[in-house]
Every structure is written in C-alpha cells, then in structure tokens.
C-alpha cells in the first residue's frame, strides 16, 4: 500500500509550546484521520476531517486540509509532557476501505 | 460502542510455533476486519483484510499461508501467524470500519515476539 508522508518525523518541544506536524497523501480521500499511538500501545483516535472540509477544531487539537496539495496538519497547542507520542495520519479512499498511513511523526514534550 | 476487543495482548513463543490472534467486535457487526503488522519505530501497513464468509484478501507481499486469516463470524476474525520465525516479531492490530458511524475502530493490538 501506498504510503503518505509526514513531516517532521522526530520533533522535541518544551511544554506549553505548539507543535505542528504534516502528512502529505498521494490518492484522493473520503476522509484523513489523525491518531496517536503511545509507545508499544494501540491507536486512539483523535480527530478526523473530511474531504470537504479545510478545518476542524477539537480542544486543544486543530487540523487543517488542503485537497489541492494533498497535504494536511495537526496543531497541537499548549503542548503538555503527556502528549509525548507517536502522531500518524490515515486516509481512505471511500468510507470504510482500507486505511493507508503516513510515516509517522515521534514528538518529544519536555517538561 | 464500537469496540474491537483484540487478544492477547502480547505473547512470546517458540520459533516454528503458531499463534493465533483474535479480534472481537463487542458491540456492533464487523463485515470487514482489517488486519495492520507494524515494526519497531515505522508505521502500520496492511496485510490483509478479512471478509465475513469469504477469502480473506493479502496484500502484495503477504504469504497467506502464512498467515492465515479467519472471519468465520460476524462478530471474530482471527490471524494465525503460522511456524513462526523470529522475523515475525511484530505488533499486529486489528480495525474494523464502523460503518454505521463512520471512521475506524482499532483493536488495542498483539506484541508478538518469536525467540
């Protein structure tokens, strides 16, 4: 399966600062999920945009959509050490087919 | 809703042995079960994905004699990963799309280590 990309792949932040990762996508989309992975642990959802849409809010949770560059982004504001994680973005071509994940995004929250 | 209990949660075994990983919806009816292999440090990529009453479909690369993928019900599918070598190491996760809903739903995934 075809792979996206993410950008940066590692990024270390202090607490209370911004972190914003990208994903770029090569097919067209029904949808882009965000979702953040622990380390050694499964999956939790946390945000997903639809192709007709550029922008969604969730807490503290922002992610953008540009279907003309195929891109995305997840902001995440005010960053606390618990959000340190593996970040990843999924798109589907159709509602309910196969997800295909970006390459991952490691962040480092420091305290 | 929407829960895809996934077990075990890790399990250690001998080289030329099989396991057998199940992933159960709780909740609601799981036609499609997609089954992910993810390495240490990479992302999750697709190994096959399972349909209740019918063969499962492989992705390129994916021996399915191997792995041998069950959906038997609508409710479990399994993933056996068969003499297994310590290659085989892995996490292993189960997701099922939640049509009724939208979106996924991801089992909490099996750490598979082969000595």
């Known amino acids: 399966s075809q792979q996206g990309e993410e950008d940066p792949q590692a990024l270390s932040i202090q607490e209370g600062e911004n972190a914003t990762m990208n994903c770029s996508y090569k097919t067209s989309i029904n949808n882009l999920q965000w979702y953040r992975q622990n380390s050694g642990r499964g999956l939790v959802h946390l945000i997903l945009i639809r192709s007709n849409e550029r922008e969604k809010h969730s807490g503290r949770l922002r992610v953008t959509l540009d279907t003309s560059k195929k891109s995305s982004s997840l902001l995440i504001t005010a960053s606390r050490a618990a959000d340190t994680a593996s970040y990843f973005c999924?798109?589907?071509?159709?509602?309910?087919?196969?997800?295909?994940f970006g390459e991952g995004t490691q962040l480092t929250v420091n305290p | 809703g929407a829960v895809v209990s996934q077990h075990p949660s890790w399990v250690i075994c001998k080289s030329g042995t099989s396991v057998k990983i199940e992933c159960r919806s709780l909740?609601?009816?799981?036609?499609?079960m997609f089954w992910y292999r993810q390495f240490p440090k990479q992302s999750l990529m697709l190994m096959a994905t399972s349909n209740e009453g019918s063969k499962a479909t492989y992705e390129q690369g994916v021996e399915k004699d191997k792995f041998l993928i069950n959906h038997a019900s609508l409710t479990l599918s399994t993933l056996t990963v068969t003499s297994a070598h310590p290659e085989d190491s892995s996490f292993y996760i189960c997701?099922?799309?939640?049509?009724?809903?939208?979106?996924?739903?991801f089992g909490s995934g099996t750490r598979l280590t082969v000595v």
């Open positions: 999924a798109t589907d071509e159709t509602s309910g087919s196969r997800l295909t």
């Open positions: 997701s099922a799309p939640r049509t009724s809903r939208g979106g996924y739903t």
């Open positions: 909740d609601f009816q799981a036609t499609t």
